[in-house]
């Protein structure tokens, strides 16, 4: 069984005990402080499981800011999986199989630590009392626990505090193996995923810089290409604000300033009965304004079908009049063309671009079959990364269902698992 399998029977196993009515508990269950767990549960205190310790003091003699030979054992600032890693130690103070919790900024993040290493200040270290799956201990910490600070001034979080709290746990540390080792499957399959969706989006990054530059041509094709200014190319126009017709039932969705991600996709939400300036299949819309750091000015989004989108105000609409207009949107998108634009960007508060910097912008371009075909390559990858996306978006909901019916016992695993 995969690990994607394993972690989805792990759920589905059981779920028809799940409670059918929440006000009355189910046979083999109790009601506690804690909610309803199985009877053979038990509710116990963070401090009564576990020491808890606070960080020390960073001793830079020992210090290093990347691992060597000589200093091997990392050092945590916080309990964040990747911003954590402070550098690395000489000596390490704690042993394995511990849990570190934030103690100031993002208060009461656990994250589980498997190896020896050191802690600074800003955080907790929970170190077993007697045999305990520790995996286990971090996810309830994150996904059951409230803390409730006591501390004025700045928000901390001290060891008598989150001491006090308590965490249901199962009665042997088999139990709790194994609904470690079930999340640790879903984890496993996230991070899966998120390298798989980072490798393509490295690759269309590749495939942009290679094909959108005439750098490097797709078989078959070898015609020169054309310099042209996107005045040139396209019709542009511009429109109103559509505040005023916002229309929670409406039949178009309003494009506006935002409406473009930073990565050229269409984001939409607000709807409007009001028909005027509808867009039309293959127009770009570009935002000519940014309230941020200028991110989304210059990016272009593609209009994928026609009478579904009026356009708004602070945006762009930009018609190819020959071209294929998918093609056109990767182009001015990529590096070399955004990047001119940006450089033509105005205005401090708010800042724009102005329409003028956008008709002078020159494009350079292959005959429309290389075109169609460029594009064709880039979509599919685009495709790809989107429906790993999906998946990776399942994928982490299934696990929050995983933890709150794990964590309180409402699925119990398998015996065989679970042995």
Same mark, same amino acid.
């Given at each position: 069984?995969?690990?994607? *399998?394993?972690?989805?029977?792990?759920?589905?196993?059981?779920?028809?005990?799940?409670?059918a009515?929440?006000?009355k508990?189910?046979? =083999?269950?109790?009601?506690t402080?804690?909610?309803?767990?199985?009877?053979?549960?038990g509710?116990?205190?963070?401090?009564?499981?576990?020491? /808890?310790?606070?960080?020390?003091?960073?001793?830079?003699?020992?210090?290093?800011?990347?691992?060597?030979?000589?200093?091997?054992?990392?050092?945590?600032?916080?309990?964040?999986?990747?911003?954590?890693?402070?550098?690395?130690?000489r000596?390490?103070?704690y042993?394995?199989?511990?849990?570190?919790?934030?103690?100031?900024? *993002? !208060?009461g993040?656990?994250?589980?630590r498997a190896s020896?290493?050191?802690?600074?200040?800003?955080?907790?270290?929970?170190?077993?009392?007697?045999?305990?799956?520790?995996?286990?201990?971090?996810?309830a !910490?994150?996904?059951?626990?409230?803390? &409730?600070? +006591?501390?004025?001034?700045?928000?901390?979080l001290?060891?008598?505090?989150?001491?006090?709290n308590?965490?249901?746990?199962?009665p042997?540390?088999?139990?709790?193996?194994?609904?470690a080792?079930?999340?640790?499957?879903?984890d496993?399959?996230?991070?899966?995923?998120?390298?798989? !969706?980072?490798?393509?989006?490295?690759?269309?990054?590749?495939?942009m810089? &290679?094909?959108?530059?005439g750098?490097?041509?797709?078989?078959?094709?070898?015609?020169?290409?054309?310099?042209k200014? !996107?005045?040139?190319?396209?019709?542009?126009?511009?429109?109103?604000?559509?505040?005023?017709?916002?229309?929670?039932?409406?039949?178009?969705? /309003?494009?506006?300033?935002?409406?473009?991600?930073? $990565? =050229?996709?269409?984001?939409?939400?607000?709807?409007?009965?009001?028909?005027?300036?509808?867009?039309? #299949?293959?127009?770009?819309?570009?935002?000519? $304004?940014d309230?941020? =750091? =200028?991110?989304? /000015?210059?990016?272009?989004?593609?209009i994928d079908?026609?009478?579904?989108?009026?356009?708004g105000?602070?945006?762009?609409?930009?018609?190819?009049?020959s071209? *294929?207009?998918?093609?056109?949107a990767?182009?001015?998108?990529?590096? +070399?063309?955004?990047?001119?634009l940006?450089s033509?960007v105005?205005?401090?508060?708010?800042?724009?671009?102005?329409?003028q910097?956008?008709?002078?912008? +020159?494009?350079?371009?292959?005959?429309?079959a290389e075109q169609?075909?460029?594009?064709?390559?880039?979509?599919?990858?685009?495709?790809?990364? #989107?429906?790993? #996306?999906?998946?990776?978006?399942?994928?982490?909901a299934?696990k929050?269902?995983m933890?709150?019916?794990?964590?309180?016992?409402? /699925?119990?695993?398998p015996?065989?698992?679970?042995?």
């Amino acid at each position: 069984m995969g690990v994607r *399998d394993s972690a989805t029977a792990v759920y589905q196993v059981g779920s028809e005990s799940a409670y059918a009515h929440e006000d009355k508990v189910p046979r =083999g269950y109790k009601r506690t402080e804690v909610g309803v767990i199985p009877e053979d549960w038990g509710v116990h205190s963070l401090g009564s499981i576990c020491g /808890i310790t606070a960080g020390g003091d960073l001793v830079k003699a020992g210090f290093s800011s990347a691992v060597d030979p000589s200093c091997p054992y990392p050092i945590y600032s916080n309990a964040l999986a990747n911003d954590g890693l402070y550098g690395y130690s000489r000596s390490w103070q704690y042993g394995p199989c511990c849990v570190t919790v934030t103690a100031r900024g *993002d !208060i009461g993040h656990a994250s589980y630590r498997a190896s020896r290493f050191c802690a600074i200040g800003r955080l907790l270290v929970l170190a077993p009392k007697y045999p305990l799956d520790m995996r286990v201990i971090s996810e309830a !910490i994150n996904n059951v626990v409230n803390f &409730a600070l +006591e501390s004025t001034g700045v928000p901390q979080l001290t060891a008598p505090q989150i001491a006090k709290n308590v965490i249901p746990l199962p009665p042997t540390k088999a139990e709790q193996e194994a609904i470690a080792e079930a999340l640790g499957d879903a984890d496993a399959l996230i991070e899966s995923l998120q390298q798989l !969706i980072a490798k393509k989006r490295a690759i269309k990054q590749g495939a942009m810089q &290679a094909l959108l530059t005439g750098r490097q041509h797709l078989p078959g094709f070898w015609e020169g290409w054309q310099r042209k200014k !996107i005045d040139d190319v396209f019709q542009m126009r511009i429109a109103g604000s559509k505040a005023q017709f916002i229309n929670n039932g409406g039949a178009y969705y /309003i494009v506006d300033m935002g409406s473009v991600s930073r $990565d =050229g996709h269409l984001i939409v939400s607000k709807v409007t009965d009001h028909d005027r300036d509808r867009l039309m #299949e293959g127009e770009l819309v570009m935002p000519k $304004d940014d309230i941020g =750091g =200028g991110n989304i /000015i210059g990016k272009v989004a593609y209009i994928d079908a026609s009478n579904r989108y009026v356009l708004g105000d602070h945006v762009y609409a930009l018609r190819a009049m020959s071209g *294929d207009p998918r093609f056109f949107a990767y182009l001015i998108n990529g590096y +070399e063309t955004n990047h001119a634009l940006r450089s033509k960007v105005g205005g401090s508060a708010q800042l724009g671009l102005s329409q003028q910097a956008v008709r002078e912008q +020159e494009i350079y371009f292959p005959p429309l079959a290389e075109q169609t075909a460029i594009a064709t390559v880039l979509f599919d990858i685009d495709a790809e990364i #989107e429906a790993l #996306e999906a998946r990776l978006a399942k994928t982490r909901a299934l696990k929050a269902g995983m933890m709150q019916a794990l964590l309180t016992g409402r /699925i119990r695993l398998p015996l065989d698992r679970a042995a």
